[in-house]
């Protein structure tokens, strides 16, 4: 009889970077993810695939804010964790950080399973900003990293299918509006990790789900599929059929072989079990597989390029080997949405634990004889029918309610089903969990108004799902429901009505900032930069008379529009008056990376290229620099004609002339 599962609490302590505050301003602008296909590519590709990259991308990040708040200055701080452990596995859990599992370990050969970074650094990964590396994340919501990567998510304890204990995790995605769950939980006797997963639509309309679990594990590995072909996508945005394992000369399912960051998408047959691999030298290594639901395989490589291996390094400490990401999702690659019907769900099974194959079949140059002695030894760990009734045993249990609570998530959900009284067996969204930030708007659910500011301050985030742009449309039309009115109709594409919207605002708001701001993005998206320009001056000016303190609040807001206003008036050559915001930012703001790099692009707009070489050469580093970003060498190469510094040299794609730019 094998160690009863147990699930406890534990704090974890390691070098942390804090989050910071949000950025206040609502992200207005088209969303420049570099996961997007070129245009021109679609006509090449199946039609069901290009169907699904077609349907309802997402077009921006409303309502969630950007989260950019972070630095690079680590500390040791104590993260709670949640661990559910038996005699076979041991698993991390982070509540506070999306739920992420941060390490497998498999006690009889004490081998940690995954990669495990040993510091918790924020880098601009997800959709919304702030993700970092390492264990096995859950993203929902649109193609990348989900907006949850450094969010809490609620936790409790369930009863598992065998009577035994099961840790659940559950939240309120917000681009898609969809809750969705994650049951943890270890089989009596088994080496696997078993995860059920079930994302539900209460809404009386589809929506588009996006799933991918993605896990991280070193990189010193050879990762295997039942695919004699993939889907390759690069930072070049191009999207194409590729043999398996050797492509141009090179096996790719090395990690450390290829040259620059890139996608590998198996083309899994119908009928074949769904499972992806990667073993060390010794054929050993972790597993993970699923029902056929989750159909989708990926590898992802950071490549042996120089801008691969400054990534690597950039998201952890010196010296930490690198990774790779083994990944599952519910279409073959990240760039499709899938479609999931009005008042439905979707759900499945997944497993993840140690696998030894024999490792002259798995580095062999048999690529079928590989694969098939890594499935053989699959089929005697972890049978397929078995793991089938294993599915079949816990679906009734995904709606059991949980018992004691462990972790507690945001009150988004709690609010939605408090609007439209979703019955949601399973994932209970307690009014409880409703906060501040919730508060204004259960006041316009339940009075129809939506409540004035009692003191100055950044306005805070804007639901704009239809069922409140539609409260916000019948409320009074007082100056702080205006603001969020308009931002509402702009995410619905009605940009006209929403620019009216903030313009009635601006007759009688007591704070003109944030208005004058978002008629500023109006202009910019227009082609109206001057009077854009004259906006951000605006706005800028007003928020300064208008800052009561040196508080968080107020010095994020400063920093976030100040960095907006510096580039809109650079834009149009009026230096003056962008360094005339420069000089009014907070003194810590401009000794932040990302605002050195700003005063180096300020001092070769006023003429001084030596001063701005000066600023290269006395360092710096973007904290929030975005992945596939290239602004710093671009402005490198305006300022000589020196290489680009190594330290500097994040470049994810390689040199080509119709290369589309992705920098950001």
Known sequence: ?????????????LPVAELGPDNPLPPLRPLDETHRVDERELAGLPPDMARQIAYEPLIGLLPERVRDGYDRNRTPRAIDTLVIENDRLRATVLPGFGGRVGSLVHKPTDRELLYRNPVLQPAAFALNGAWFSGGIEWNIGATGHSPLACSPVHAARVTAPDGGEMLRLWEWERLRD???????????????LYVGVRVRNPHERAAPLYWWSNTAVPEERRVLAPAEEAWHFGYERRLRRVPVPVYEGVDRTYPQRGEHPADYFYDVPDGRRRWIAALDEAGQGLVQTSTDALRGRKLFVWGAGTGGRSWQEWLTEPGTGGYCEIQAGLARTQLEHVRLDAESEVAWLEAYGPLAADAERVHGDDWAVACSGVEERLEQALPRGEFEAAYQSWLPCADTEPGEALAVGSGWGALEVLRAAHKLPGTPFDEVTLGDVQAPWLELLRSGSFPEPR????????LVAAHWRDMLETAPAKPLAEYHLG?????????????RSWERALELAPSLWPLLRCLAVADQEAGNRERAA????????DLCRERRDDGEAWTAATAALGREAIAALLVVRRTADARSVWERLRPATRERGRFRLIEAELLLAEGDKEAARAVFDAGFEVADLREGAEAIGELWARITDEPLPGRHDFRMRPDTPDTPDTSV
């Open 1 to 13: 009889m094998g160690e009863v599962t147990t699930i406890r609490r534990d704090v974890l302590t």
């Open 178 to 192: 969809l809750p969705f769950q994650v049951d943890l939980w270890l089989p009596e006797g088994s080496d696997f």
């Open 455 to 462: 003191r100055a301050g950044p306005p805070g985030e804007t």
């Open 487 to 499: 931002v509402a109709q702009w995410h619905a594409g009605d940009r006209a009505q929403a620019v």
């Open 534 to 541: 004259d906006r951000y001056t605006d706005a800028f000016d």
